[in-house]
């Protein structure tokens, strides 16, 4: 048998003790032991309910029990569950999470310090909710170069373009939905801003390349400027409005982005819909693979935490080896990003003017759209559009991955 505890009992947390509860007996199987949880910590107090019993408030008391060998940390957020982690694993017990602030920010040194002694921080749950990607990452593609990792790493965002797209629903309605449905970041700036993703774009990358990116390195676009219009523009191009987390290895230097893109029904993530993401990676003797499921949400995410501790159980005596060189990696400067710019401009813009700036674009007309039209650019540099840009005056514009 081995003893864990759950710190956080909120969305995750509770779908950590649901799962174990459940599949008790298989999950047993699978790690050669039984799995028991033997504290929760939480703040609150829980009545009625059975973990009532195993509840605890002082942190100090899971540390000094020598009989917890794993520490699953879903509370979020980075304070306290930095401090947490760090004693837990110089204790010299494991450590599961699903918190993809505190692996962005730390994960490099917590891998270290859980070397140091001999025990494993995995954090699988961190991207892309119950969608195996960090394991792949770390133990599959192994023989692979990655060119591209691109990514829908999102729930919240994903279900509330899905909605807006499908049922013309409002943005407000649907991000309460999503938080209702337990999707939503505490602070739904984070899903919307797209800061929850640019953290996933930013440890995927770490990982593919074993070396720190730090987030703040990251340009970050959300999808709150996105409107109806925008939507019904990518419906007359056979596409949809995806928030796109990117990172693309060329020539040497390693370009990373977070923002709305319009991508074709085609595309591989152009089908991946409501709180589902999808995440295809690029290798250069694989070639392209997907990885696809739910990407928030409580047992889906808990799913992922639990494999953790059933890999941690069956690791009690070894580290798992992950590279993640704490020096930080140089991105690609942003300007020399390159894509096709979707484009909206008043009626009072000519063709003319676009064509002098542009040259030959394709034009786009959306049904019910009035005193405005659309248009395609080729391939182009961020900055050579910022420079180009200037001359007209748009509405908005939106990347596209056509
Ligand atoms: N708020 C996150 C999402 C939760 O919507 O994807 C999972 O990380």
Redesign the pocket.
């Given at each position: 048998m081995i003893q864990i505890a759950v710190l956080g009992y909120g969305t995750v947390g509770s779908g950590v003790v649901e799962v174990i509860a459940k599949n008790h007996d298989s999950i047993a199987k699978r790690a050669g032991k039984e799995i028991s949880v033997k504290y929760v910590l939480d703040l609150r107090e829980f009545p009625g309910d059975p973990v009532q019993d195993i509840l605890v408030h002082d942190y100090d008391i899971i540390l000094k029990d020598p009989e917890v060998k794993i520490v699953v940390e879903v509370m979020g957020g980075i304070n306290p569950a930095y401090t947490f982690v760090k004693n837990a694993l110089e204790e010299g017990k494991h450590v599961a999470t699903s918190n993809?602030e505190l692996v962005a920010a730390h994960g490099a040194e917590l891998l270290a310090i859980a070397k140091e002694h001999n025990v494993n921080f995995l954090f699988e749950a961190s991207v892309g909710?119950g969608i195996p990607i960090i394991r792949p990452l770390n133990q599959s593609l192994t023989a692979d170069e990655v060119t591209e990792i691109t990514g829908i790493?999102?729930?919240?965002?994903n279900y509330i373009l899905s909605k807006m797209t499908d049922e013309g629903s409002d943005f407000d309605s649907v991000l309460k939905q999503?938080q209702e449905l337990g999707?939503?970041?505490r602070n739904p700036e984070?899903?919307v801003e797209g800061y929850?993703a640019c953290r996933k774009i930013a440890i995927l990358t770490s990982l593919a390349y074993g070396q720190q990116v730090d987030y703040q390195d990251i340009y970050t676009e959300g999808i709150t400027k996105i409107t109806e219009t925008d939507i019904r523009y990518a419906k007359a191009m056979d596409g949809a409005i995806k928030l796109l987390g990117t990172s693309k290895s060329i020539g040497g230097k390693v370009y990373c982005m977070v923002a709305p893109f319009i991508i074709g029904r085609d595309h591989p993530l152009g089908s991946i819909n409501g709180v589902f993401?999808g995440i295809f990676v690029n290798g250069n003797m694989v070639g392209d693979t997907m990885f696809y499921g739910r990407?928030?949400g409580k047992l889906p995410?808990a799913s992922a935490v639990v494999a953790d501790v059933v890999d941690a159980a069956k690791h009690e005596d070894t580290n798992i080896m992950t590279i993640w060189d704490p020096n930080k990696m140089i991105l690609g400067d942003k300007d020399e990003f390159t894509c096709k710019f979707f484009v909206r401009v008043k009626d009072a813009t000519s063709k003319e003017q676009i064509k002098t700036a542009f040259g030959d674009v394709q034009y786009i007309t959306a049904e019910g759209v009035q005193g405005e039209y659309a248009f395609l650019t080729d391939k182009i540099s961020e900055k050579e559009f910022e420079e180009k840009i200037q001359s007209l005056d748009m509405i908005c514009r939106i990347r596209t991955a056509f």
């Open positions: 993809k909710g790493l999102n729930g919240t965002t999503a999707y939503a970041e984070a899903d929850d993401n990407g928030a995410t």
